[in-house]
């Protein structure tokens, strides 16, 4: 069975950083792509940063420039993903969900989901 667990979350202030991590375990294969997203308060969840495995990132322009996503999803590696955020601001305030989205033996898309981490940033 496949778990994301995601860690690094917390409080902090207007101009500091966060690196959020995820470790997935159980069976995954076929990943086509690992990512974050983030639900602000009261707002639908949303795309902040993806990777593939080849390496390729995809950074949402509202933090592009000061979050950065790195992964690694290698067949005999532990697979995590993680999220550097610098020069965090208060509109940066979400839970964040780690997301492994993989095609099935059938082919077809499907995505995994962590609990989510608090960010919470402060004035």
């Known amino acids: 069975q496949v778990q994301l667990v995601e860690s690094g979350g917390g409080s902090v202030q207007a101009g500091g950083s966060l690196r959020l991590s995820c470790a997935a375990s159980?069976?995954?294969?076929?990943?086509?792509?690992m990512g974050w997203y983030r639900q602000p308060p009261g707002e639908q969840r949303q795309l902040v940063a993806i990777?593939?495995?080849?390496?390729?990132?995809?950074?949402?322009d509202p933090v592009k420039g000061r979050f950065t996503i790195s992964g690694i999803s290698g067949d005999n590696a532990k697979k995590m993903v993680y999220l550097q955020m610098n020069s965090l601001k208060p509109e940066d305030t979400a839970r964040y969900y780690c997301?492994?989205?993989?095609?099935?033996?059938?082919?077809?898309?499907?995505?995994?989901w962590g609990q989510g981490t608090q960010v919470t940033v402060s004035e």
């Open positions: 159980g069976s995954l294969s076929n990943i086509n792509a």
């Open positions: 990777i593939t495995p080849g390496g390729s990132t995809t950074i949402v």
């Open positions: 997301n492994f989205h993989i095609l099935t033996s059938n082919g077809l898309p499907h995505d995994f």
